[in-house]
């Protein structure tokens, strides 16, 4: 599959949707330009999201124009790039294993401009619901007609705010079957959401969601959210994404993910920090930040714990 060029065509539809997202997509296309035994996953759509000044750049500056950019982002976040590459791989990786295990639905809350549901091998077996914000959907399904040439069949897009609808009724209204097993990804979505919305998105899951349903998603320690924690760089984060429109409002309490997670009804729970996995699985040193992946399960009995053992105070 090759890396589609997209021409950096100006649109009204490119000044909508989410900035983050396509900072996102940014640097999938600046990992998936690397060399084949380099990168650490590989976007052939990613091009389509990038704003197109910015594609221009790259597109007419080549392998130099690529280089900087990189360099550019390193300096203004130090790390963070490469936590948003172990994101990536760390999702892709855990999408294809749910697939080999036969998970029957996939529901990508906060969806923005991933492409998951369009590149991952073997994902077109089953049902996709995409969730996100009917500006940022809409900017995305503009793109997808141009790089697929029409919206495929396995995907269900579900224009909703989260952060003020309820995820059962917008799943249940697009024909989700709650019966069926399901993998539920979340990258780069909780901490965008008030506390009260995260325990009610995790909480419907854990009580409606089929056994054996998987969670996904990756968070910051309240402190960062808070801003509790005066490294400059972290400051300097939280700035940036207030300044474009999506501030933090959740960070994982004190008590940790594990006793978050398991308080919900979950159960085995693993909890990944960015740096672990850029480290041990990519490689790769330059990784900073307090950035980690959680990963757990809805129980297959309601006596191991289907239910929710107490409410949790955010």
Not at 48 to 63: H, M, T
Not at 215 to 233: K, Q, W
Request: aromatic share 8%; charged share 25%.
């Amino acid at each position: 599959m090759q890396l589609h060029k997209a021409k950096p065509a100006k649109k009204k539809s490119d000044r909508t949707g989410s900035m983050t997202a396509r900072g996102v997509a940014t640097v999938r296309l600046l990992e998936s330009s690397r060399q084949e035994g380099e990168r650490a996953f590989y976007d052939p759509y990613a091009a389509w999201f990038v704003p197109p000044a910015l594609l221009e750049r790259l597109w007419d500056g080549g392998k130099t124009a690529l280089e900087k950019e990189r360099a550019r982002s390193e300096k203004k976040f130090p790390g963070h790039r490469d936590s948003i590459i172990s994101r990536i791989r760390f999702f892709d990786d855990q999408v294809s294993r749910e697939l080999s295990l036969g998970v029957q639905q996939i529901a990508i809350l906060g969806a923005g401009y991933d492409t998951r549901a369009y590149r991952i091998p073997g994902i077109e077996s089953v049902r996709i619901f995409e969730l996100d914000l009917p500006s940022t959907q809409a900017t995305k399904n503009e793109k997808v007609l141009e790089f697929l040439g029409a919206l495929p069949d396995h995907v269900t897009y579900v224009p909703v705010d989260l952060s003020k609808s309820g995820l059962s009724e917008a799943l249940s209204r697009a024909g989700f079957n709650w019966e069926c097993r399901t993998l539920f990804t979340m990258e780069g979505l909780l901490y965008y959401l008030p506390p009260e919305k995260v325990q009610e998105i995790l909480s419907a899951i854990a009580t409606r969601a089929a056994p054996g349903s998987v969670i996904l998603f990756d968070h910051f320690p309240r402190f960062m959210v808070e801003g509790e924690n005066p490294h400059p760089l972290v400051q300097r984060f939280r700035n940036h994404v207030s300044g474009v429109g999506e501030p933090l409002l959740f960070g994982m309490p004190e008590e940790g993910v594990n006793a978050f997670l398991e308080q919900l009804g979950y159960t085995n729970v693993t909890d990944i920090p960015a740096s672990a996995f850029a480290r041990n699985v990519l490689g790769r040193t330059q990784v900073r930040g307090v950035l980690s992946f959680a990963r757990a399960e809805v129980p297959a009995l309601q006596e191991e714990g289907r239910l929710p053992k107490s409410q949790v105070i955010l």
